[in-house]
């Protein structure tokens, strides 16, 4: 019996669709990376008895990354980003092993089903997938297809039996276009951010930014943000007044006429209008209209508009909002989130789409009066010719989603209300008139009520020539206003007018101008941009205002698009547009001073930035503590900068120096129930021994007698991860911590011990190093009143009791893994080799260890 491979984009994908396609019989189990799920079933496939097995991947299997030395920031000019360095396709997770787990699933099977998401990236991951697979599947015979392509819209029984039974092929002119897409924003972003980023912070040391990022999408979404705030600063508001009338209708009830005129801008004028009109002792009804003002039903609804209702309705951000609704579709609550189609196909199911919402709780009636009645067919939208519109696909109550319904508006009727107006006396040169409007038919605001036209008091019955007493003539002062900062929802829609990003891209690049503190959200979601980001993009515009201007990042998308046509050849668009890149980074960097003039404005230099902290090696002089990001100690000096762990606090660590140095060593803390370990500024930036690398701090330090050092302070191989040994914390007291030096891994230990030191001595069992631990007789936890204690944290049945395995709050980036200690370090120890087992140590004593700690 042949067997078919089928692969989803998703664990709970794969899981859906193979139960729709099983009609449930089926048979599961764990895959060898642990993340995804193989569901075997038997059935039929192309007219013969095949054994299906349905699994997953999590997204982009590779990445796109540049090899060896390019990826270090201080070895090559990144200038050479833009053609010399190559590049390779990685794991884009090596934890999960993925390459692996497809081709041992893949292995001896004669066909694959590619079940990923139907737009560009899906067709990419399925190339990603075929590389992986195809080599090891068995070989086709004489020409027969092996490779099919399943095409769907909505996780229902219905839309996934249809693309079973409508298999086609993978695009691979759509996949082509993502790899040039990963290329571009890859060499072009590299090259900047990393020129930009260290002749800055370089310079500047209250930036309050780690990263000065660039991007040929994020830096034009940024420039929109910029040009409304430019709008608001170079505002000058001009004062108007306003002629107001009111005239009373009965004994308590009073009218507010408009005034035709609107507003003038000459104080005499409006004078001239106030006086004429107090004239005037009675109002006269000169005319009245009566009309229906129609708010039409939204079109269906792509993701553009679902990103822009979801920030202006429901508060939500972009990036929170895509994620919620893929949540959503993997749920299958709703169709396929991605798509800039508005219009329905004529063959659409909309009675199908309705009724499965008609027992909900909040709008049954209407769906049930809308299948009884007669649907109005939707409003004629855009046709991309990718997906239907986003639609509910099955009900839902908010206790079981926790998050905003969808709903069936488009099928609803158009709201509906008369306007019944009248106009002031025609004596007067100050005409005026009210209107009130009332909703005649809801229409579809019956469930989308905040959508629904507001409502106002009525108008008192009258008629033509009916006089009212005219009670308060006033003019009022007033002045012009500004526009207000974007909001996501308008930024959006600039960036779908100007084609900057994708449906799918627009979220991350808005996320991504928050993360970097370029700009900050405001009260109803409005993206303020903050000084860096208003100096970058008036620096962008001073040097080359195509950098930040969304013209030549359009052009670029329609180049992209045509590659996914097949209209353009990939290497071509490729080699082009990297040409006009680098040409323009030469000229930025020969120009960058232009920005530097408006960077020395807004931010301080280094040396005037941050406060006294340790004392320098070379000079002795005290370096300042910049705590902005990204943090780090500065000597003004020596004009010299030394990176410091980030996402912590730094402190002075008792005046104590470095035995190679002479630096003064500072304590970096994650807080006091994670991780603190010491560091030499100079080692951390300049390792000094071949087995360290840059980032490291003293407890990873293999210095054979300081004091700091993992040489005296190891104690074993950490319980979870490979490459991690087990420190002691000695500035931890009276609440002791050992703490990997590698993960996130602390056990808190020994409290109210008076004194806690690693012996030279090992344990017999592990090898670990033991620990001498003291106590005050008054709090000692020891049997027997004892007060000192020395065991091994691993085997001994006293300390058991006294260690609580936990995970520290946060891991500071710079941990890097690195060759395996995987046994105690003390004084004068032999080392064994790296990676290489420990033959006195149980095969099973870890997994027992961690069991015990938790």
Wanted: charged share 25%; glycine share 6%.
């Amino acid at each position: 019996m042949k067997t078919v491979l089928m692969v989803a984009e998703k664990p709970s994908l794969a899981q859906s669709i193979a139960k729709i396609l099983s009609q449930g019989s089926m048979s599961s189990h764990k895959g060898l990376n642990g993340a995804c799920s193989v569901h075997e079933y038997t059935g039929t496939f192309a007219g013969q008895p095949v054994r299906f097995k349905m699994t997953s991947v999590c997204g982009h299997v590779m990445t796109l990354d540049f090899l060896g030395k390019y990826n270090k920031w201080d070895k090559v000019d990144p200038a050479e980003l833009f053609s010399q360095a190559p590049t390779e396709k990685r794991e884009a997770n090596p934890k999960l092993n993925m390459v692996k787990f497809l081709q041992v699933e893949g292995r001896g099977c004669d066909y694959i089903v590619l079940w990923l998401d139907c737009d560009k990236e899906g067709e990419n991951i399925c190339f990603e997938v075929l590389d992986a697979v195809l080599p090891v599947m068995n070989k086709a015979h004489c020409g027969e297809k092996t490779v099919f392509r399943a095409r769907f819209s909505s996780i229902t029984d219905t839309d996934i039996c249809n693309a079973m039974a409508r298999l086609g092929e993978p695009d691979h002119n759509e996949a082509l276009s993502v790899d040039a897409r990963q290329e571009l924003d890859l060499r072009i972003g590299c090259a900047f951010t990393r020129f930009q980023t260290k002749y800055f912070q370089g310079k500047y040391g209250d930036l309050d930014s780690s990263l000065i990022s660039f991007g040929p999408c994020q830096t034009p979404t940024l420039g929109f943000c910029v040009e409304r705030h430019d709008k608001i600063q170079s505002f000058k508001p001009e004062i108007y007044w306003v002629l107001q009338a009111k005239v009373n209708t009965d004994k308590d009830r009073s009218l507010l006429l408009d005034w035709d005129r609107v507003r003038v801008f000459d104080r005499e004028i409006a004078q001239m209008f106030l006086n004429l009109t107090k004239l005037e002792k009675e109002a006269q009804v000169e005319a009245t209209s009566k009309k229906e003002k129609a708010k039409q039903r939204p079109l269906a609804l792509n993701t553009v508009e679902m990103l822009r209702v979801a920030s202006s309705s429901l508060g939500m951000g972009p990036q929170h909002a895509m994620q919620t609704a893929e949540r959503l579709y993997t749920q299958g609550y709703i169709s396929y989130p991605r798509t800039e189609t508005t219009h329905y196909p004529e063959n659409f199911d909309l009675k199908g789409s309705l009724r499965q919402q008609a027992n909900h709780p909040y709008w049954a009636n209407v769906v049930k009066r809308l299948l009884a009645e007669g649907i109005n067919r939707p409003r004629k939208g855009h046709d991309a010719g990718d997906h239907p519109p986003i639609t509910p696909m099955r009900s839902a109550t908010e206790a079981e989603l926790d998050t905003s319904s969808p709903r069936s508006a488009t099928t609803a009727s158009t709201c509906r209300a008369p306007s019944p107006s009248g106009s002031g006396p025609s004596s007067s040169p100050a005409q005026g008139g009210p209107s009130s409007p009332q909703c005649v038919s809801p229409g579809f605001t019956e469930i989308m009520p905040w959508q629904s036209v507001p409502l106002e008091e009525s108008l008192p019955t009258c008629q033509r020539g009916d006089t009212f007493p005219v009670g308060e003539v006033k003019v009022l002062e007033k002045q012009t206003s500004p526009p207000d900062y974007l909001t996501e929802a308008e930024l959006i829609t600039l960036m779908e007018k100007h084609g900057i990003g994708t449906d799918a891209s627009i979220p991350v690049h808005i996320n991504n101008i928050c993360q970097r503190n370029y700009v900050t959200v405001e009260s109803g979601r409005r993206l303020k941009p903050t000084n860096l980001g208003i100096v970058l993009v008036h620096g962008y515009y001073k040097i080359d205002a195509e950098l930040v201007l969304p013209t030549i990042r359009s052009a670029v998308e329609k180049q992209l698009n045509l590659i996914a046509q097949g209209k353009a050849d990939y290497r071509q668009v490729l080699g082009h547009t990297l040409d006009v890149f680098k040409r323009k980074f030469h000229y930025f960097v020969d120009s960058i001073a232009g920005m530097d003039e408006l960077m020395e404005v807004s931010f301080s230099p280094l040396a005037a930035t941050g406060k006294p902290l340790s004392r320098c090696g070379k000079c002795h002089r005290f370096m300042k503590y910049i705590q902005a990001k990204p943090s780090r100690l500065h000597c003004s000096h020596c004009d010299e900068t030394y990176t410091l762990p980030q996402n912590g606090t730094i402190k002075l660590y008792k005046e104590l120096r470095c035995p190679l140095d002479d630096f003064e060593l500072v304590l970096w803390s994650s807080g006091s129930r994670g991780k603190s370990y010491p560091l030499c500024p100079y080692c951390y930036n300049h390792p000094p021994f071949r087995d360290m690398k840059k980032g490291m701090g003293c407890n990873e330090c293999t210095h054979p007698s300081c004091q700091h050092s993992l040489s005296l302070l190891g104690i074993g191989q950490c319980v979870e991860c490979e490459s991690g040994v087990l420190v002691l914390d000695p500035t931890s007291g009276p609440k002791w911590k050992v703490a990997c030096n590698k993960c996130n891994v602390v056990a808190h230990c020994f409290e109210n011990a008076h004194r806690v030191r690693v012996s030279a001595d090992t344990c017999n069992m592990c090898e670990a190093a033991l620990l001498d631990v003291d106590f005050n007789k008054a709090k000692s936890p020891l049997p027997g009143d004892e007060t000192q204690h020395v065991g091994c944290v691993f085997c001994d049945p006293v300390f058991q009791e006294l260690v609580e395995l936990k995970h520290a709050a946060s891991c500071h980036p710079m941990h890097r893994g690195g060759p395996g200690r995987r046994q105690g370090r003390g004084r004068g120890r032999a080392r064994r080799p790296p990676g290489k087992p420990n033959p006195r140590r149980p095969k099973d004593k870890m997994s027992a260890l961690a069991a015990y700690f938790v």
